[in-house]
């Protein structure tokens, strides 16, 4: 059963004209399905965006959680709500872009039978260490592995989540050799690296952040060209060698082919206006959740882009979901 949690209930909605309401496709609540369980950066946001929408848009906003399959469990639901706009995916690479890549054939198809929404934030990924590890950086602990395959292990989200291929693009650009050990989601995986289950993790600062402030785990690299502000001396993959991490990581909403245009165009335009709200803006910029909100042409020009590159990565590796 998914985890189910309501955000606001703004009673507004229920007093709107008919004719508002059917802009959105009904009277009915938004949905805000979350392929991962509580605690990463897709689910944070997605909760702390929610209230502020059921304000905007004078209507009920439901986050649910449904995990499983590197989020495409999620994905897959959305694809079979009505196509109405209403049920929305925020997703992350894995659930679109990565998984039209995989060579498996899924049920749906990700770049078809999902439409982009509009472009919510992008969030940097870091590179962070548990108890077990030792290594003093990055380029260290790509030394051991070469020497030792296998010897360091990394906790991602799931089998072709972000996180996997982007751990894939360091093991093929350096000859590393890390271990990949899956979760289904991020609190786990994280529980079990502050433990030493697991050495380390590429995530987002919103999944680790907790942890590095209770000085439970370790930041050791920032994952692209540049480096954080929140983290000045964290040296970035490029400036360690390794040009190829620099991914640009995003969070955006996709809803199922054939909704409205109005109830997207909705959406969006009350996204962009959420976004821009400075209360909100105070609560992402420690996590490092950059605003975009760019809409769904611009969105779409950049799933197409993702989807191209994760495809180079999954044939070099020879990667699939098994």
């Known amino acids: 059963m998914p985890i189910l949690r309501r955000s606001l209930l703004a009673a507004a909605g229920a007093s ?50 449904r995990t499983g399959a590197a989020g495409l469990i999620a994905a897959e639901n959305v694809v079979q709500s009505p196509a109405n706009g209403t049920s929305l995916l ?10 039209a890549a995989m060579p498996q054939p899924l049920s749906f198809d990700p770049m078809r039978d999902l439409v982009p929404v509009t472009h919510l934030v992008d969030t940097p990924y870091i590179f962070t260490v548990g108890p077990s590890l030792r290594q003093p950086g990055l380029n260290e602990m790509i030394a051991d592995t070469k020497a030792r395959p296998g ?3 990394y906790a991602s989200p799931g089998t072709g989540s972000v996180t996997h291929l982007m751990m894939e693009i360091l ?25 030493g289950r697991v050495d380390m993790t590429l995530g987002s600062v919103a999944s680790v952040k907790p942890a590095l402030d209770r000085n439970e785990l370790r930041a050791v690299a920032a994952a692209g060209h540049a480096r954080l502000a929140q ?46 709200l ?45």
């Not at 925020?90 to 990565?98: D, E, F, H, N």
């Not at 611009?298 to 990565?313: N, S, Y």
């Open 231 to 276: 983290f000045p001396a964290l040296p970035t993959t490029t400036e360690l060698g390794i040009p190829g991490m620099d991914v640009r990581v995003w969070i955006g909403l996709v809803t199922r082919a054939g909704a409205p245009a109005p109830a997207i165009a909705r959406m969006d335009e009350a996204v962009r206006t959420v976004l821009a």
């Open 171 to 195: 093991n093929q650009e350096t000859g590393a050799s890390f271990l990949h050990v899956p979760y289904r989601g991020t609190g786990q995986a994280m529980a079990d690296l502050m433990s």
């Open 90 to 99: 925020v997703a992350s690479g894995g659930q679109v872009t990565i998984a």
């Open 278 to 322: 400075p209360e909100l803006r105070a609560r992402l910029e420690p996590l490092i959740l950059v605003p975009v909100g760019d809409g769904p042409a611009a969105f779409g020009a950049t799933l197409a882009e993702d989807a191209a590159r994760w495809k180079r990565v999954v044939t070099r590796g020879s990667i699939t979901l098994n």
């Open 151 to 153: 010897s360091i292990t």
């Open 16 to 65: 709107l004209p008919m004719a508002a309401l059917a802009q959105s496709g009904g009277a009915g609540p938004i949905r805000l399905v979350v392929p991962f369980a509580p605690g990463g950066s897709v689910d944070v946001l997605a909760r702390l965006m929610a209230p502020y929408l059921g304000e905007r848009l004078h209507q009920e906003v439901v986050v649910e959680n």
